[in-house]
């Protein structure tokens, strides 16, 4: 089975930094792009930032020049630097993968089980 697990989340006043990460694994074939996502209390879920698996980024206008998303592919592992947070970042985040597993001849949409990050005072 593939798995994905997200790590890091917790308590950080406004204006600190917050580290999130994502491992991938399990009978992994191949990973193409990541992303995390994002879900507020009363708001739908929101794209924060996605990586394709060549590097290439893309970020939510509301965290652009304060959160950087990375991945490392020979530890099947994603990253989200968060500085600079802000109240309004306080969410669930999720992890989010395009895996295809060995056992699996299709491409599939993988979740992480999320993890809490409040911003307060």
């Known amino acids: 089975q593939v798995q994905l697990v997200e790590s890091g989340g917790g308590l950080v006043q406004p204006g600190g930094s917050l580290r999130l990460s994502c491992a991938a694994s399990?009978?992994?074939?191949?990973?193409?792009?990541m992303g995390w996502y994002r879900r507020a209390p009363g708001k739908e879920r929101e794209l924060v930032a996605r990586?394709?698996?060549?590097?290439?980024?893309n970020y939510a206008d509301s965290v652009k020049g304060r959160f950087t998303i990375s991945r490392d592919n020979a530890k099947n592992t994603m990253y989200l630097q968060m500085n600079n947070v802000k109240p309004e970042d306080t969410a669930v985040y999720y992890c989010?993968?395009?895996?295809?597993?060995?056992?699996?001849?299709?491409?599939?949409?993988?979740w992480g089980q999320g993890t809490q990050v409040t911003v307060s005072s």
């Open positions: 989010n993968g395009l895996l295809r597993a060995h056992y699996d001849i299709y491409t599939r949409n993988y």
């Open positions: 399990g009978s992994i074939f191949s990973i193409n792009a």
């Open positions: 990586i394709t698996s060549g590097g290439s980024t």
